[in-house]
């Protein structure tokens, strides 16, 4: 048999050639695009730093203290004394609102983050529901009270805050801005306090 024989067969064959062709075309086109490799220079948009910038305040640190405030007043006949002990939680991590412009960047395959240092993220610490007078003699006035307060607020910050503490919460930040980075796709991270 010979294509004389059956012309209706041709237009078939042309198709089927087309189609061939288009087929081939389509998957060496798939191939190479599959192919090309990722160098890690994925950059992170808009959207992806507002979300991280939405997180707030991070809290890396929790440090609980209880401070035992005393004061005594002299009197001519008799002495005035009280003791009171405070509780306080301070939380010690970043505030994202503090962020300077550029605090994130691609530098080639590398996002370099430049943070704000780690501080202490509310001041009002001290639960003054579970403060405790456990010695109280005389008369003793709200300013007194509040003078007690202030002290005792001034020994936790200078005991939560201390170097120590502030390089843990440091090193945890570090660690969990590179975790929430790589899950991300970001291979490649740096990061810095200022």
């Given at each position: 048999m010979n294509m004389k024989q059956l012309p209706h067969l041709k237009p078939l064959l042309i198709l089927?050639?087309?189609?061939?062709?288009?087929?081939?075309?389509?998957?060496?086109?798939?191939?190479?695009?599959?192919?090309?490799?990722?160098?890690g220079s994925i950059s992170l948009s808009t959207e992806q730093i507002q979300s991280i910038r939405n997180i707030g305040q991070w809290e890396f640190l929790s440090v609980s203290d209880e401070e035992l405030i005393d004061t005594v007043r002299r009197g001519l006949f008799s002495n005035d004394r009280l003791s009171r002990i405070y509780y306080g939680t301070m939380r010690i991590g970043i505030d994202l609102e503090k962020v300077s412009e550029g605090w994130i960047a691609m530098q080639g395959d590398t996002v370099v983050l430049t943070l704000p240092p780690v501080g202490l993220l509310?001041?009002?610490?001290?639960?003054?529901?579970r403060t405790v007078s456990f010695f109280e003699v005389g008369k003793w006035t709200a300013k007194d009270r509040e003078d007690m307060y202030q002290r005792a607020r001034h020994r936790m910050r200078s005991h939560g805050l201390s170097?120590?503490?502030?390089?843990?919460?440091?090193n945890h930040a570090d660690a969990q801005f590179r975790q929430l980075l790589h899950s991300m796709g970001q291979e490649h991270v740096i990061i810095r306090f200022e």
């Open positions: 089927l050639v087309i189609f061939g062709a288009a087929v081939f075309l389509l998957i060496r086109t798939y191939s190479l695009s599959a192919g090309i490799e990722n160098n509310d001041e009002n610490f001290i639960d003054e529901a170097p120590q503490n502030l390089r843990i919460a440091e």
